[in-house]
């Protein structure tokens, strides 16, 4: 074990099976809490596809928007010089320039200056040029999706994906059970460091100007920075909780979406596609690649369209004070297994 707790879920012909192990919270408990096959998790960058990449898809479908349209026409903001040429491809496949994250928070007080400071921050890098995996872009197409709906970005999640499948406890902002929610830090202490040591990214904040820190370990609350503090826990990069029945649940319908296998065809990246990531893992003379997503609170689901099947895992690799193992070296060995477990 090498998180507090896991629990891995799988859809295999849209038969779905469910284990958990560990704790779901430990720290500074005398009587750890056992981790459960029902457990909510904090989904963290998971909502860039399950909310906003998926709500593009069906805005697609509904021909509202294009993949190639420009950011400008959306969002009047981006009528720049140095950005009118970024469209939604760009952002989606992280190749649109932004800087990586900033603390938003701190230099923002509401959701529209923080979307200004977005519009109006230079480039970091040249549009086009390389991947740079960006917050900053997923929640401008949070911004886009509102615009094209005119309704805020939960209702427009809720109409454009989440309502219309049987889900129990996907929702943003808070666990649909708290009594049952697995913890992640303690309070804001990764950004805060980042903000303290600019590494690894370069920003101009600081963390003394912000005086809202929280220290307290984080359960049924959103772990991102910018997502709590700016967004109410709703943003379209960060904010949705759920456990793994519901997640398998979205894994199943992206297998039946018509527009999946074309957000994840090839593109310039070899692992990173239209808000997907992919992995291919080799089993005995089958190379199969997995489509899907990471999270930083350690959580995962990668699907199989070749072998109808889908897999997530959702860990609390947070939840401690010691170093934390990468969500993609955790995810790597569930991969294997499940692929072997398709053979």
Partial sequence: MSSPGVVIGTSISGAHEISANGYRNSLDLNHPLEMKQSTNFDLASLTKIIATTSSVMALVEEGLLGVDDFVSKFLPTW?????????LRHLLQHRAGLLEWQPLYISASEPDSAHTLIATTPIRYGIDQARHYSDLGFITLGKVITTVTEKNLIESIDELVLSKLPLSSMQFATAKDMDNVAATSRGDRFEKAMVESKFPYPVIENAQDFDRWRTHILSGEVNDGNAFHLFAGASSHAGLFSNTEDLL????????SQHFEYFTADGVDIDFHLGFMSWTDTYG???ARFYGHTGFTGVALVVSPAHESAMTMLTNRLHTDLEIIPTQALLMPYIKEFHAKLH
Wanted: glycine residues 0%; neutral net charge; proline residues 0%.
């Fill in 249 to 256: 649940v979205y894994c199943d319908s992206l297998l039946n």
């Fill in 285 to 287: 003379t089958c190379a």
């Fill in 79 to 87: 009528k720049t010089s140095e950005k009118q040429a970024i469209t």
